[in-house]
């Protein structure tokens, strides 16, 4: 009998030497002699995977992150052995396993390390929950710094700080309070003008420490599970979140309507109440293109109902609201109340859908409703299920989009906050405490939600919207930060959160613009909307008791201010689109910190607030009251002042005039910015000329337009519009070329283009080698030039 637990305690184990090594196609074992397996798999020539088994063996191999159509493949692979290492080589990389201690170093192939192993792999047995205590130490490089990690609301490089992975539901969090409502365990490390970076898929709660406890290392573990990561070399850092995006997966395109302007409150009920703003917003010419209702339309907070007296048909609502170019997002919640006359309940009950305590009671807590059951969303049948109880809500009721709330799973009244750790799941099969499906409890559910609404606004594209996530989830769901504050501080945080996410794979995120929790004056509104015309989620929320966060609840300056800046995202559309159509393909992050955008300037490794909206706009919020601008840093390069078209040098820090009515927004010299018409939602107008906007430069630059049908899925099928344009400018002349490709055809015929910063004055137009008639071409008179859509050559010259 054991009496003491302390003597089980072992303390640290290590690897010892290696005693046998097996080759199997892409993937490599190092067994030691006590009972160590590392295996490395070759994913890409700069993707690899390493993974630690203990005892000779390793759990079965599954990860709810991992995109099953992620790519793999590479061109050059070679194992060699020398007398103290083994050797593993692809195109891009080395990987050394030393004999001795099966510690790793990577390098590339001139032999500059890029990442270590300290101890390397070492494990704690737990023997209250059974498994290891799973931890990896690295070597911190010189000048090393740390960036990604999720939704973590502090400095964006992390360098010297700690902070561990556990979603949560944290109502009005805190500057550096962790964790957050994310777990995402991936990060990137940037040393020596090299980025590499490194995704720990282990679901368990984990912890990663930069350089914290010792300046020289930097570590990760995990509570349970097994040391598996993952790691991708860049050299730039836009490839490694590529990499890690290729890997987890992006989504696919939304409905070019999600990425308007969408209104929310916590609620907006009853139905008076909803058709009150919608007519208020077409009044006043301000552009929305989504209504949300909150929980308050439910029955008693009870899922998948409707309460009548508020809302007493909500097809004909949703109908009309839909006439004037509305679209009705609602909440789904994941609590089912414990209700014996509910539906629902009933269903989940009689098919055992509910999740368990260990010893076999169902699992309860209170939520909205009072006490709820929860459904095991990482049992199939039960996502199954859960999908298709959206069939009402969008086939027949004709709601357009739906978030998911609260499924960290977030409890009530206990001081854990979430799930107890015993509570089990099906784990697809891999059955589970809490501890293990804590992480990704919302993930699946979102999933889930994600099959449903798919399934049921076909042939149209889902929006879905989810709070808790892992690592993956951007497959399935757009995301916003949580119950923030209206401060200037969460005005601060908003910004570095959404840089984050975006350099953590998952672009398709928001903050609650305005702040969640109390209620901002009219100065901090109109920057924060600023802003958040640049996330490629744009919402305004706000938790109704701390009063009104309409655009007209600000009296009618910041109203005007406020509308010219949604007006600006709507005419942004095709460029938005296009960042969209790049991250969706390529996994290409929407906004870069300017870390990202030119990680060799050194200037750019601890810069929180200036970030690259799409490849080619600059922006830099103001981030507190009472300013008529601020200092920022302008990357290397020129750009223009989209305000005053004055062209800056960039490579230094500069003073930035932007009164309440401004943002500092700079555009890089040479780009070719598409704008449609402004419009009261997405397809109120046909679109006649698309505006381009040229921003001349003396040398090249390359931009790119995406359009297609901005809904459904004919784009799969080759409808699609890609143009890419390069620009050529020289002292005298300036040519832009266009390549196309895809059959959709736009609705326009012209492209109307106007010049920024051209030094000459124009003489001649030639359209693909044909000289025009200035009148013809130059009608307006104040330089515009309309030209058919489809030319190939444009050449502007002095002569
Ligand atoms: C949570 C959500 C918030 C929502 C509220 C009521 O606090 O984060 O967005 O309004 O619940 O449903």
């Known amino acids: 009998m054991i009496t003491n637990t302390e003597l089980e305690y072992k303390g640290n184990l290590y690897p010892n030497e290696i005693v046998n090594f097996v080759k199997d196609k892409d993937k490599f074992y190092f067994t030691t002699e006590n009972g160590v397996v590392l295996e490395i798999t070759v994913i890409q020539d700069r993707t690899i995977r390493f993974r630690y088994g203990t005892d000779h063996a390793f759990q079965p191999d599954f990860s709810y992150a991992i995109d099953p159509n992620a790519s793999r493949g590479y061109s050059h692979l070679d194992c060699l052995e020398t007398k103290t290492e083994y050797i593993i080589e692809t195109s891009k990389l080395q990987v050394l396993i030393d004999k001795k201690t099966l510690r790793t170093q990577i390098s590339d192939l001139n032999g500059n390390i890029i990442n270590e192993d300290e101890l390397g792999f070492h494990w704690e047995e737990n023997y209250e929950h059974g498994g290891n205590t799973v931890k990896m130490s690295k070597i911190t490089q010189h000048t090393e710094s740390f960036y990604g990690m999720g939704d973590k609301a502090t400095h964006s490089n992390l360098k010297g700080k700690r902070v561990n992975n ?153 109908d009309e609201l839909y006439e004037d170019g509305f679209k009705t997002v609602v909440m789904i919640d994941p609590g089912i109340k414990v209700d014996k006359d509910y539906w629902i309940y009933q269903e989940a009950v009689e098919n055992d859908y509910f999740c368990k305590r260990a010893d076999g009671p169902r699992m309860k807590g209170k939520v909205w409703p009072g006490e709820c059951n929860f459904p095991d969303f990482t049992n199939p049948a039960v996502r199954e299920w859960w999908a298709e109880l959206y069939k009402e809500f969008m086939a027949e009721i004709g709601v357009h989009a739906v978030w998911n709330d609260m499924n960290e799973p977030a409890v009530m009244e206990v001081p854990t906050k979430t799930a107890p750790l015993d509570t089990r799941h099906d784990y697809d099969g891999h059955p589970s405490s809490h501890r293990k499906a804590h992480n990704i409890y919302g993930m699946q559910m979102v999933r889930a939600t994600y099959e449903g609404v798919k399934r049921y606004v076909y042939p149209k594209r889902p929006l879905v919207i989810t709070r808790a996530a892992y690592s993956g989830t951007q497959r399935f769901a757009s995301t916003w930060t949580g119950d923030n504050v209206a401060t200037w501080e969460h005005l601060w945080i908003a910004n570095v959160q959404m840089q984050r996410m975006c ?23 109109a920057r924060w909307i600023q802003l958040g015309i640049f996330h490629p989620f744009c919402r305004v929320h706000s938790s109704g008791d701390h009063g009104d966060q309409e655009p007209w609840s600000f009296g009618t300056e910041i109203t005007d201010i406020v509308r010219k800046f949604i007006e600006l995202r709507y005419e942004l559309l095709p460029y938005l689109y296009t960042m969209f159509w790049r991250y969706s393909k390529e996994g290409t992050p929407m906004l870069l910190p300017i870390v990202c955008y030119d990680q060799e300037d050194t200037q750019t ?85 698309l ?27 080759g409808k699609f519009s890609l143009r890419n344009f390069k620009l050529l400018g020289k002292e005298k002349e300036m040519t832009i070329q266009q390549f196309k490709d895809g059959a959709f055809i736009t609705t326009y015929e012209t492209f109307k283009i106007k010049l920024h910063g051209l030094p000459f004055k124009i003489g001649k137009v030639e359209i693909d080698n044909e000289k025009t008639t200035i009148k013809d071409v130059m009608p307006d008179g104040d330089g515009t030039i309309y ?12 002569e």
């Open 166 to 318: 556990w979603v949560m539901d944290q109502y009005a969090y805190a500057k550096d309070q962790d964790p957050l409502y994310k777990a995402i365990p991936f990060y990137i490390g940037l040393h020596s003008g090299q980025a590499y970076g490194v995704f720990f898929d282990n679901s368990f709660r984990t912890h990663f420490d930069f350089a914290h406890e010792r300046r020289s290392t930097t570590s990760f573990w995990g509570d349970g599970g097994e040391m598996n990561y993952y790691f991708f070399y860049g050299p730039e850092m836009h490839k490694v979140v590529r990499a890690y995006t290729n890997l987890t997966g992006a989504p696919e395109l939304p409905p070019l309507w999600a990425l308007g302007y969408h209104q929310s409150k916590w609620s907006y009920f009853p139905e008076s109440n909803v058709k009150e703003i919608a007519k208020k917003f077409r009044d006043l010419k301000i552009p929305c293109d989504a209504l949300y209702l909150d929980i308050d339309y439910m029955d008693g907070f009870r899922c998948f109902t409707w309460d009548k007296k508020k809302f007493p048909e909500p097809k004909r609502m949703i």
């Open 503 to 525: 350099m953590s794979g998952y672009s398709f995120v928001g903050s609650d613009i305005g702040g969640f929790a109390e209620q901002p004056n009219g100065e901090l509104f």
């Open 605 to 689: 490794h601890f810069r929180t607030d200036e970030f690259i909206f799409g490849e080619q706009i600059l922006v830099c919020p103001i981030q507190e009251p009472n300013a008529k601008g601020r200092r920022m840093y302008i990357p290397r390069g020129d750009w223009y002042n989209y305000w005053t078209d004055e062209v800056v040098e960039g490579g230094k820090e500069k003073w930035v005039v932007a009164d309440i009515d401004k943002v500092p927004l700079f555009i890089k010299a040479g780009a070719i910015i598409p704008k449609y018409p402004v419009q009261q939602y997405v397809g109120e107008l046909e679109i006649k000329e």
């Open 691 to 717: 505006i381009l906007d040229v921003y001349f430069t003396e040398g090249t630059e390359n931009s790119t337009v995406y359009e297609d049908a901005e809904d459904g899925y004919a784009y799969e099928n």
């Open 787 to 798: 030209v058919s859509k489809d030319f190939t050559q444009l050449r502007i010259t002095e």
